[in-house]
């Protein structure tokens, strides 16, 4: 059996990796036993990477974890048989039992259906929805599930076209009756599609629960499936209809989070607990005795289907984010590219520096809306109380109370999409929709335990498990 079966790659191609493994007759796809210098790897040997370099033998271990062995480390390998991985699972037609609830699970992609390619060692877009039930069969234990696989891309590829489709598809699914909605999207982007969709799909009677996974669902910490579960019982038993980020609570599996659609952030790249609910309080909490609200201001489910579609969306806005020394060229440029909406996250209470003026002033001869949030996320715009904020405000920027930075863009480029009147594009952009804007920020909407702090490091050391 030749090294190369199963791994184009390697054909035609010579490296000491390559050398080692044909000597040893350990070819790709192996159970192998891998002795070294530094100790003894035993796990399959993968195809090498396309982008990863000449060195190395890439194993996956026992526990689904990838470890590189470095080719002149290694003494022998021991081959023990072959057995290739295969990832696709079967898609499973979903059983149906009439006392249950009927969810539409729509997909677009994103890590909660995705697998390894290990072609390229990237994470890519694999399952299809029916395939996630293949992979996740207590969500037969919820609730009746149909399925539609909507886009197949990872979260930043997902833009104006992909709002649009998937709003009206979820109005679409509303109409039929279902009891609720389930959105499999991308991390990265998701508070952006939550926010759009709140505005698109308004007083919907039914949730419409976004979720994804931080971990793909080839790794054993993966938190796909519990995500999946946990998003479905709040489509399928929430009282609270409105647009919702649905994702792990804490670090562990104990509860997801509910976030509203307007006030929700990703806030850390690698932790499963990465979304975080800014300036507010998170809707409730699901496990698996239900959901929990924490707080009555929700919407409630109803049993109507009557909906609100307004899925348009004018792109032509940036979102520009202050830094110190800016030129004025930045905003000049947005200008004479055709932009119309300029969404500024500023320093402070709302700030840019003086260079930035005369940028400002063109913007507003050209009739480009420009808004300003703030960067510190927490907390409101207060372009009154210092000289600066009264100066940039009279050049036509317009404070969007505590907007978040990408809730206002998502914001107005749909406020656009209906007018370009600047008294009508003001009105939409300050009433409020789905809580993008509040009145006030509760005592507990912004709680940070830092790290190093005496009485802080107590208290974390008595709950950290």
Request: proline share 6%; net charge negative.
């Amino acid at each position: 059996m030749s090294v190369t079966d199963g791994n184009d790659d390697y054909k035609g191609y010579r490296s000491p990796t390559l050398e080692l493994l044909q000597k040893e007759e350990a070819p790709v796809w192996s159970e192998v036993t891998v002795h070294t210098s530094r100790g003894d790897f035993s796990g399959l040997i993968l195809p090498r990477s396309q982008t990863a370099d000449q060195l190395h033998v890439v194993l996956k271990l026992a526990t689904g974890y990838n470890i590189g062995v470095r080719w002149d480390t290694v003494r022998s390998i021991d081959v023990h048989g072959r057995k290739e991985a295969h990832y696709q699972i079967p898609e499973k037609a979903f059983p149906h039992d009439p006392r249950k609830p009927r969810v539409k699970l729509f997909g677009t992609g994103g890590t909660i259906a995705s697998r390894l390619d290990y072609r390229t060692g990237a994470v890519i877009p694999a399952f299809s929805p029916g395939e996630l039930y293949g992979s996740v069969p207590e969500l037969a234990d919820v609730c009746n599930m149909e399925t539609e696989k909507l886009y197949g891309v990872f979260s930043e590829n997902m833009g104006p076209e992909q709002w649009i489709g998937t709003a009206k598809a979820v109005a679409a699914e509303i109409a039929k009756g279902v009891a609720g909605i389930v959105i499999g999207h991308g991390t990265d982007t998701m508070h952006h599609t939550a926010a759009v969709l709140s505005f698109m799909v308004q007083d919907p009677p039914v949730p419409i629960v976004m979720v994804g996974s931080q971990r793909s669902s080839d790794r054993p910490s993966s938190d796909a499936a519990i995500n999946l579960i946990n998003a479905t019982r709040t489509a399928a038993t929430s009282d609270i209809a409105e647009v919702m980020v649905c994702m792990f609570g804490p670090t562990s599996d104990k509860y997801g989070l509910l976030h509203r659609g307007t006030r929700v952030r990703k806030m850390h790249s690698s932790y499963r607990s990465t979304f975080r609910t800014i300036g507010d309080i998170p809707l409730g909490k699901v496990d698996e005795d239900g959901v929990t609200p924490f707080r009555d201001d929700y919407k409630r489910r109803r049993p109507d289907r009557e909906v609100k579609l307004n899925a348009v969306f004018d792109d032509r806005v940036s979102l520009v984010y202050y830094y110190p020394a800016m030129k004025p060229d930045i905003i000049d440029s947005l200008v004479d590219n055709g932009y119309k909406g300029i969404i500024i996250a500023g320093t402070g209470l709302g700030h840019v520096n003086k260079p930035l003026y005369p940028a400002l002033a063109r913007a507003r001869e050209a009739g480009v809306h420009v808004y300003m949030t703030v960067q510190t996320m927490w907390g409101y715009v207060q372009m009154y109380v210092y000289e600066t904020g009264r100066e940039i405000m009279e050049l036509g920027v317009v404070p969007a109370a505590n907007m978040l930075p990408e809730v206002a863009y998502v914001k107005l480029g749909w406020a656009l999409g209906q007018t370009h009147d600047h008294d009508e594009v003001r009105r939409i952009m300050l009433s409020p929709v789905g809580g993008e804007t509040t009145a006030r920020e509760p005592h507990n909407g912004y709680l940070v335990f830092q790290g190093g702090i005496p009485e802080v490091d107590a208290f974390i050391s008595s709950h950290w498990k």
